[in-house]
């Protein structure tokens, strides 16, 4: 009997390590916090003998508690790096409903879990086309010309390069969006004086739309509207500084630099 409530509780325990990986994905993803604690709650809760489960979910850490026969078992895990991948969210999602509602083992849901964290569906090369695309219709919203919207779509397509490089080194969001914002201002600067483009301000516009923090605004107030107001505080206030972040690069190639031009 010792050896099989040995082997239960074992059990609980991937349980727990698979809740608070489907969370931390979801969370590296950029989820709301309140979707994360409805995912993580929902796999603890889908085994018999459960009797308590609560998650605290900040952007920043997953807290996990359960009761197990009379045992309290918690779990922490600390979230760095937060990216945004909503197939991810989409399949972590997909996999909790698929995980309570059916037999799987917590062996394969780990190895499910795992798997789902490897998947990219688009390359580097793809995701910077695309996002110079996108940034260079921005610039023709601004009432920029056919040569601006050129100019902002090769200096978006570089500095998209640039940016997945400067992600690798782990530095913190305010410094890889200061850099790329300096990049973009001296690019745009120089292919103004090039003659791809008429206009420095339009093209810079178009050029770091692919910086503003609009999914960290968005979660933000759908955390503080959910009543997460610890993370809508924490997410708002990432988006603030990203913003400063992009206004400081900016303004500085501007003003000593570039003279103000």
Known sequence: MTNLNEIER?????????????GRLMLKAGAETYRVEDTVMRICQSRKDIQYVD????????????????????????????????????????????????????????REIKRINKIHIYSNFTQA???????????????????????AFVVSFIVSFLLSFV??????????????????SILSYLFIKLGIGNSLDKVIIGAIMPLVPGVAITNAIRDTMSGDFMSGLS????????????????????????GGY
Do not use: W
Not at 11 to 22: C, I, N, P, Q, R
Not at 89 to 96: D, G, K, P, T, Y
Not at 167 to 184: E, G, Q, T
């Open 167 to 184: 992600s690798s080194l782990k530095l913190s969001f305010f410094i890889d969006k200061f850099i790329a914002s300096v990049f973009i």
């Open 10 to 22: 074992e059990e609980v325990k991937k349980l727990l390590v698979l809740a608070t990986l489907a």
């Open 129 to 151: 086309f695309f996002g110079a695309i996108a940034s260079s219709f921005f610039c023709l919203l601004f009432q920029g010309t056919s040569m601006d919207f050129i100019a």
């Open 235 to 258: 997410r708002g206030m990432e988006a603030v500084f990203s913003a400063l972040a992009i206004a400081f690069g900016v303004g500085i190639v501007l003003i000593f630099f570039i």
């Open 55 to 110: 998650a605290f979910v900040i952007p920043t850490g997953i807290f996990i508690s359960l009761e197990y026969k009379g045992e309290l078992i918690s779990y922490i895990k600390r979230v760095k790096n937060i990216s945004i991948d909503l197939n991810k969210i989409a399949l972590v999602n997909e996999f909790s409903r698929t995980f309570v509602s059916s037999h799987m083992s917590i062996e394969d849901g780990i």
